[in-house]
C-alpha cells in the first residue's frame, strides 16, 4: 500500500530517534537506582511507601531526565523528591547529574468532583535540600529538625486523593528489606496502603 | 501522494481552525462571556500585553476582545508565515509582548520591568520570591504603555481604543526571523500614536510618534467586520531601527452610545512623562506583580478506562506514518474502540513513560500545556490600577520529538471592586497534526482540544500592598492540572481516564469534558 510504503525515510528517522523500552528495561533503569540513588531509598525506608518515577523515560533528544520520589504522609502531606539523571538504556543504568530538590506540600482541602476526580487546595509549600534531607533521615523524619513543624491532623479523603495521583505510576519499590530508620507511622501505612 | 496531500489539508484544516462552535449547548463565546460577566462584575477591558490604566469611571461601559476572528487571522498571516499556520495572531502578538527579556542587555534598557528595583531578566526561573513584590518606587520599573483613545469623528456608536507596546530591537528582521529571534536587545518603549478608525471599510490608520523622536508609518489594521458586536484589530508593525510595535485595537459593541463626557484621555498625561533617562526621583506609584502559571500534564496514560459508546475510527490503511509503524502488530483487527485504545495507550504511555510531575512553575518543558499570566498593577492605598497583564505560553511533547500546540482565550480582566481584579484566561492546546491521526483511528472524534481555566485575582489591602489570588481552577477531564501563584502551589486536579480524550465538552465539542 503506498501510503504506508512511501515515507520510509520519515519511519526510519522515527525508528533512530525513539528509544523504545520495555517493562523489563524499565524496571530495570528505575531498580539500579539503589545504588545510585540512596536518598530515593531513604524515603522508601522513612515513609514506608513511594512512588520512583523518572519523567519521560524513554524519550529521546532529553538532555536529562528527571527523577521522581515521591511519598505520601500523615493524611495532609507529599514530599517529593527530584533530581536529574542521566539514563545509559543500553547499561540499565543511571547516574545522578543534578542535586536533588525536596518539595514539601501541604494539604488544605479536597474536594471530590462530580466527574471523579479530586481537587485539592495547598497551604505549606517548602523546599529544602539534600543536607536537610540527611539530617531529617537521621532523625527518623523529625521535621522539626529543619525547623518544619508538621500538624497531627490528617485531612478527610487524603487516602483518595493518594490514590488518584498514585494510580497511573507503575509500582516501583527500591527496597529488598525494609531496614533503616521508620517513622512511627510508617508501619502501619504499609499494612493499610491498597494500590489498586 | 494526492490522497496524502489531502488528506494532511483536511487534517491542518480542522486542527488549526479555531474553535468556531462556542455557542454549543449555550456555552457563550468569548465575547459573549464577557458581556454576560460585564453586568455582574463591572467593566471588561482587554489585557493583551497591554495597559488597563483607567480608573474605574473613566473606563468606557463595555470594552471588550472577542475571539480573533478568522478574517483577521487571514489578514495577519502574511505578517507572521514563520510562525506556523496554527498559531493565531493575536496568541503571536500576546507571545511576542511577553517574551521573557534576556539576561545581559536588559541593563541598558530603560523600559524593561523589574521585580525588587532588580531587571526582569529572572521572571522565567520563578524568582518571584512573594506575591506582592513591589518596586522600589524605581518609575524605570514601571512597564510603559500607552493606551490611547480614537473615536469616530462622525459617529459616535463605535469607538476604540489602541493599546500597544514597542519592542526595539527584538528582531532583526521579523518576516524571516520572527520566533528563533532571542530578544537579546529588547526595549519597551511608550509611544504616541493618532489614530482614526474608518467604521465604513474597517480600518485603523495612524503613525507613531516614540519617545526617541522616529516616525514610523502604521500600517492598517484591520478592525473587524461591522458585524462583529467587538470589533478588535491586531497587526504588528516594523518600526524601521529593529523596532517592532504590536497594536491591539479594541471596539466597543457597534450601537453602543457613549456619551462624549466618557471619552477616555490619553492615559499617558496622567501621570508623570518619563524620558529613559529619568527614574528613582520621580514620583510614581509603585507597581505590583503576581505571577500565575497553570500547567496541564500527564502524569501517566493509566487508567486507561472505556470508550462508551464504541464507534469506529479511522480505517488503518488511512493511517499515515510513523503511526502503521508505531501500533503493535495486529492493531489493525482490533474492532472495538477500546481495544484500539489500549494499543495506543501500549504506545504513547506506560513504556515511553511521561510521568510528568512539575514542581515548579518552571518553564521546562515537563507538562503538555503551561500558561503563565504575568499580572502588574498599582495600589494607591487600597484602590487598585494600571492592571496589565502578560501571557507566556508554551507546548510540551507528546511523543518524542513531537510537540502539541498551545493557545489561548484571554486572558481578560473585570474590575470586581475598587481594590480587586479578576483575570480570566483559558489554556488550551490540541494534538500535533502528526499524532492526531492516532487518536482518531482510536476512534472519531471532536473533542480534540485539551484545557485548563484559571479567574485569578489581584487585590489592594489597605496597606497598599498588591496580593494574588484565585476564585477557581478547571480543566479538562485529562490530563492533570496544577496552578501556581508566585511559585506556590496552591491547587492542582489529578487526571481521570485516557479515554475521557474522546468525551467532547457539552459546551463546546471541539473541547474534552
Redesign the interface.
Known sequence: MPIRVLPITVILAIAACSNRTNMTEYRAVHLSAKQSLPIAVQMEELFGDADHFITHFGFSGQKSNTWNTEVYFDGRYTLTMQVEILINYSKKALVVSGNPKFYLHEVIKIDHLPDGRIQSKYGMNREFTAEEWTKLYENKGDFSVIGIELRDDPLSGFDEYEQGWRSPRIPISLLEKKTGPKRPDATKKEQTTDRK | ?I??SVWFASIQHRLCAPPKHRKAAGFPTSAERLESLSTTSGQWAMLAGAAMSQPPSQIPAEVAKHSQTESESDAALPQIGAYGKCIRISQELMSTVGVIPSDDDLSNDSGARSVDGSRGDDRSAGSYSSGHTQSSGDSRSTPHHVASTFSLDKSTDIRATLFGNALFDAFEDFSTQPKVAAPSRRQVRPFDDESKVDRVNGTVTGTVNHDDGVMGPMSNLTAGSLNNPFPTASTMVNLGMGGVASFVGLGLPVGEQLAPAQSIENLETSRPRLSPAEGPDVDVIPTDFVKFVAKSFI?????VGVIVPDRPGLPF??????W???LPVGAEYLFTATARLNALASVVG????????P??DAMDQ?YRLFSQIEASFTCDGANIGNVNAFPILDGG?EL??IKGTIDINGPLAARLDASTFEIWWQGFGHPNPLVEPGMQWVAYRTSVNIWHEVRATVYCDDQGTGHGGYLS?QGS?FPSHRLWID??????????SFSDLWTASAFDWTFV?
Open positions: 501522494m490522497r496524502i502524569n501517566g496514560v493509566n487508567p490503511p488511512l493511517l499515515p506514518p510513523p502503521d509503524y508505531l506506560t513504556i515511553e513513560a511521561f510521568n510528568q510531575n514542581q515548579t515537563t511533547n518524542p520529538l481552577f477531564q511559585g506556590t502551589k496552591v491547587d492542582d486536579i489529578n487526571q481521570g469534558a
